[in-house]
């Protein structure tokens, strides 16, 4: 639930910046926009061409700024290539050093020619206002406003079919895409050149404009299409549209119709702008603004972009980190690069169908964010199960099963569940006589019991058991938990007796320092128990519980007095899959218990002839023959070479005592233990 509750206050918190927006993210959603400009096909517009005044021509004329004669032949040059309009992107706001403004004014009125003017906070000029109409609330709030502005000279403002303003607004990064039609100074309202440009093309005396609640919405010259802007009346520009450009000292071709937009190029007086697709000339920037409007190109970004951004992107990081966290990490290993390319293709769908500039880079940021966050979490938790795993388990199962639990946590069943196990408990007989022979030295019995407790564990961990616990001399272990192990009773006993086999071992190694043997008896059970994480919210363990759980202790315990190593209760028996040499040796009720089960023990060899003997010993018993049953015990105690023995000797003293007693009628030969 943590990691959950983490990952979703990530989604929640960039969702909140992106509604912030603060500068950083704004010029990032600019640059991922760009993208969209720079993979457009280049689209030239025959209707604009650009006649550089470039280096050759400078090199043709002499030095800027020529005399205005001089500049209007140029014109004058345009117009008899059949050019339909002219625009002049340069400032005459100072009489010319040469006297020729009369001239060139006269050469202005020979055609329709389009003059620039600049607007500025310190100034004095003598800017030409256009005729706008405006339409609905008031637009004050949301034109760009600057104190004053520097026109051209009066007799040229004149005579010129048009005067538009030469300024642009870079965004936050200095870039500029987007070009303001309109700004104000002292309440009135001037038009761009672009515009200037397309209204005298039209032939119109002036402007409308319409105006919001939202700020302005659209700009139209009464015989030309409307233009949608943005709230501060500002176009996105479509760098897709490029013109043809000549060089004025060049040749020329036919012009007709065309608007020539006549800038300097030339080195040291040009003007360059940064633009998404690299940096451009002014006229560039205004023929390609002209040709976004003639073509009608409407790049908006709607009011609904940010909204549609915001829940998008918490849509998708919710999805992404439910997979990561509920799912297999291929399933967010295919989402993600899904999600990212699906958001990048989306945006530029919408740029390029409808002109929507609809950002994908946050959202892309956002989900790769939260993925990251989601992975780590999920890691971390993954992580700290495996080492408590590994820290749980890490002294109870083998390093294999340790690492099976590690690589798939879902094989532990934590909390407890209900599950079919095979539970040993072992005990050291002659513990008394091997602590008398240590005496007061704690340290010397603790060693020697370590490494008992060893050799002994290390079948249970070899033969895929738990170790549950030591207690004092004591083992208890269990199969089929926490991994699945359907032999988990044919384990169980494979383990008794090579438990057996080590004892030996160890037995002659301590004989060598004149220390006693150890003897030990072992009792296996199975069935049903409840297995898993039990204990305080302090301290806890994971271990069984259940009456399976005592009978296998019990049963332990009766090892001692029926003279075996290892009893195994009747439900191991029957869910041994393998042939194992067993003898039943009684049906008892154990201490604490009522019904009655059948007991078995398990030899490591065959003793085929000898068993069929112990079948009719405890026939003779149970049918209460007391003297057979006795003559057959006495006989078979030097069978299975001896190990058998201590167990006859037992029966032949219980066939003494139940001898003192009547017969019981349909007696089953239930024998009621009084020891555990």
């Known amino acids: 639930m943590k990691k959950w509750l983490i990952s979703l206050l990530f989604v929640i918190t960039l969702c909140a910046l992106r509604f912030a927006d603060p500068w950083f993210m704004e010029i990032m959603r600019l640059k991922a926009l760009d993208t969209h400009q720079r993979n457009q096909q280049t689209q030239i517009l025959d209707p604009i061409v650009t ?25 004058e040059h345009l117009y008899k290539m059949g050019a339909g309009m002219v625009v002049v992107p340069i400032l005459f706001a100072d009489p010319d050093r040469f006297g020729k403004d009369l001239e060139f004014a006269k050469t202005l009125t020979r055609g329709a020619v389009v003059v620039g003017q600049i607007p500025a906070n310190e100034a004095k000029g003598n800017p030409t206002p256009g005729g706008v109409a405006t339409i609905g609330t008031d637009w004050k709030p949301w034109i760009y406003t600057y104190k004053s502005a520097v026109g051209p000279i009066k007799i040229i403002s004149e005579n010129a079919a048009g005067v538009g303003m030469m300024n642009t607004t870079p965004e936050a990064d200095g ?92 080195s040291g007086v040009d003007t360059v702008i940064p633009t998404p697709v690299g940096a451009i000339y002014a006229h560039d920037l205004i023929a390609t603004s002209i040709a976004t409007m ?29 997979f990561v966290l509920r799912m297999s990490w291929y399933y967010s290993a295919v989402l993600l690069p899904t999600g990212i390319v699906g958001l990048y293709y989306a945006s530029s769908y919408l740029f390029t169908k409808y002109g929507f500039l609809v950002d994908w880079s946050f959202p892309i940021f956002a989900v790769f964010v939260t993925w990251s966050i989601a992975a780590f979490l999920r890691f971390m938790e993954e992580y700290k199960q495996k080492m408590q795993i590994k820290k749980q388990f890490g002294t109870y199962l083998s390093p294999a099963m340790v690492e099976k639990l590690q690589k798939n946590p879902e094989l532990l069943a934590l909390g407890g569940e209900t599950r079919d196990l095979s539970i040993m408990f072992t005990d050291v007989r002659g513990f008394t006589t ?30 895929e058991g738990t170790i549950d616990k030591y207690i004092g001399d004591a083992q208890m272990a269990f199969w089929n938990a926490p991994l699945d192990d359907n032999e988990h009773a044919d384990h169980a006993v494979h383990t008794a007796i090579e438990m057996m086999k080590k004892l030996k071992e160890f037995n002659d190694e301590i004989a060598n320092d004149g220390v006693p043997a150890f003897g030990m008896g072992v009792g296996v059970n199975s069935g049903d128990v409840v297995v898993g994480n039990m204990g305080s919210a302090q301290r806890f363990d994971y271990t069984c519980l259940g009456d399976t759980v005592n009978l296998a202790s019990r049963l332990e315990g009766q090892s001692k007095t029926y003279g075996v190593d290892i009893v195994l209760g009747e439900e191991t028996v029957n869910k041994l899959q393998r042939d194992w040499f067993l003898l039943e040796l009684d049906l008892i009720v154990v201490k604490g218990k009522s019904e009655p089960v059948k007991i078995f023990t398990v030899l490591d060899k065959a003793y085929e002839s000898a068993k069929k003997d112990h079948i009719k010993f405890l026939e003779l018993y149970r049918d209460q023959d ?51």
């Open 51 to 75: 006649v550089e005044i470039d280096n050759k021509t400078i090199r043709k004329n002499g030095q800027w700024p020529w005399s205005r004669d001089i500049l209007g032949k140029e014109i």
């Open 175 to 266: 870039v500029v895409r987007r070009l303001p039609l309109v700004v104000q100074i002292g309440g009135k309202l001037y038009p761009s050149i672009s515009l200037e440009t397309l209204r005298v093309a039209a032939g119109d005396p002036s402007y409308q404009m319409k105006t919001g609640e939202g700020g302005v919405e659209a700009v139209r010259i009464p015989k030309f299409s409307t233009v949608f802007t943005d709230q501060n009346a500002s176009i996105w520009v479509d760098f897709k549209y490029k013109t043809k450009t000549y060089s004025m000292s060049d040749e020329l071709p036919d012009l007709s119709g065309k608007i020539v937009i006549l800038s300097l190029t030339a």
């Open 294 to 322: 003639m073509a009608g190109t409407n790049i908006t970004r709607p009011y609904w972009t940010t909204p549609m951004e915001i829940v998008v992107t918490f849509a998708i990081g919710f999805i992404l980190l439910t």
């Open 434 to 463: 091997i602590s008398e022979h240590y005496g007061k030295d704690v340290q010397g019995l603790t060693q020697i019991m370590n490494r008992y407790m060893t050799a002994m564990s290390q079948s249970i961990l070899d033969n």
């Open 626 to 676: 007391w003297p057979m049953a006795r003559r057959w015990a006495e006989e078979q105690r030097g069978e299975f070479d001896g190990k058998m023995s201590a167990y006859y000797s037992m029966m032949i003293d219980r066939i003494q005592e139940l001898r003192k007693k009547p017969k019981v009628d349909n007696w089953s030969g239930v024998y009621v233990a009084t020891t555990k």
